[in-house]
């Protein structure tokens, strides 16, 4: 757990963070989302003492980070940055093995924890942990970066902008690999975006941060029903927001009875995809399919449009 009392950041006259209290609970995502200047980073690095505070309490599991020397704190908070940040000289697998080594961890143990990473992000320990950053894609730098704040199973995961230098393509798998490793390690992650399509798609609560200030904090559910200021509405989006309604749930919420005819659906998939499946097939509903392939019924427009539409 993560708490945040009251913290501020002033450079000389000027207040980067004002104030902000919030509490992250243990095993979720909190996206960090606002405009160029809104703080979002400072808060980010306040947590791994990368920037001091200027007052207020930052509280790791009930401790006081000021009470933890810096360098330990951050050998138990790991930190992924956009561009990966990787050692330029060192392999893949020396990388990632670079907190590990710093904890005094012996060879055999870093060496099978170094394997385990590669091969959780589909990357063969044998081809890629000897090569270097300049020979990966940017795509794999990405993953190795990630793999490396992972290396010393940290409970918490500090990003910031982690995705934001990947196309979409790679940036989309990058997403539901975070997701994946999220859900099997039950690690506790802070990531700032400006990406509000990325924020929706990862986070259990998003905090919003305006002019230093922490104007809302809740679930991507409470946010599109009740935007607190007309900031957070403009940050939303309104045009969007049906759609960002159906991206935060999956099929297998909106599954009716009975058949449809057409290819099946994964229950799964968004609704937001299932919407597009749907107008892109020329049908007004489709099979849904659980994990093992068994029929669980169908989603449908009139369904789907429901969902989408304002909460009465």
């Known amino acids: 757990m993560i708490e945040i009392e009251h913290v501020t950041k002033r450079y000389e006259t000027t207040t980067v963070v004002d104030d902000v209290s919030m509490t992250i609970e243990p095993g979720t995502i909190t996206v960090v989302v ?3 200047g809104s703080g979002k980073t400072t808060l980010l690095r306040m947590i791994n003492r990368l920037v001091e505070p200027t ?17 330990r704190l951050r050998r138990r908070i790991g930190y992924a940055i956009q561009g990966h940040g990787l050692f330029p000289h060192r392999t893949v697998a020396q990388n990632i093995a670079t907190v590990p080594v710093l904890l005094g961890w012996d060879r055999a ?4 924890r170094v394997r385990e990473l590669l091969t959780l992000f589909q990357l063969d320990p044998e081809a890629f942990g000897p090569r270097f ?12 970066g990630v793999a490396r704040a ?3 199973a940290p409970n918490v995961l500090l990003m910031d902008e982690p995705f934001g230098a990947l196309d979409p393509v790679i940036r989309a798998k990058a997403q539901d690999d975070l997701l994946a490793i999220q859900k099997q390690f039950g690690t506790t992650i802070v990531l ?16 919003v941060m305006d002019k230093g200030r922490l104007v809302q904090y809740a679930t991507p ?17 309104t045009s969007e927001r049906p759609f960002r309604m159906l991206s935060i749930e999956t099929v297998g919420a909106a599954v009716e009875a009975g058949g449809a005819e057409g290819p099946a659906l994964s229950s799964t998939l968004s609704q937001r995809d299932a919407l597009a499946a749907l107008l892109w097939s020329g049908r007004n509903a489709l099979p849904v399919e659980g994990p093992g392939g068994e029929p669980l019924g169908h989603v449908s427009l009139e369904g789907l449009a429901r969902r989408a539409a304002r909460p009465r």
């Open 34 to 36: 606002g405009t160029s």
């Open 109 to 112: 143990r870093i060496d099978a």
């Open 221 to 237: 559910a409470e946010m599109l029903v009740r935007p607190a200021t007309p900031f957070v509405e403009t940050l939303i989006g």
């Open 55 to 71: 007052s207020g309490i930052i509280r790791l599991d009930g401790a006081d980070t000021r009470a933890i020397p810096a360098f």
């Open 192 to 207: 700032v975006t400006h990406d509000m399509e990325e924020a929706f798609h990862l986070a259990d609560r998003i905090a």
């Open 150 to 152: 992972l290396a010393a």
């Open 133 to 144: 950053p300049h020979e990966l894609s940017g795509g794999q730098q990405q993953r190795v």
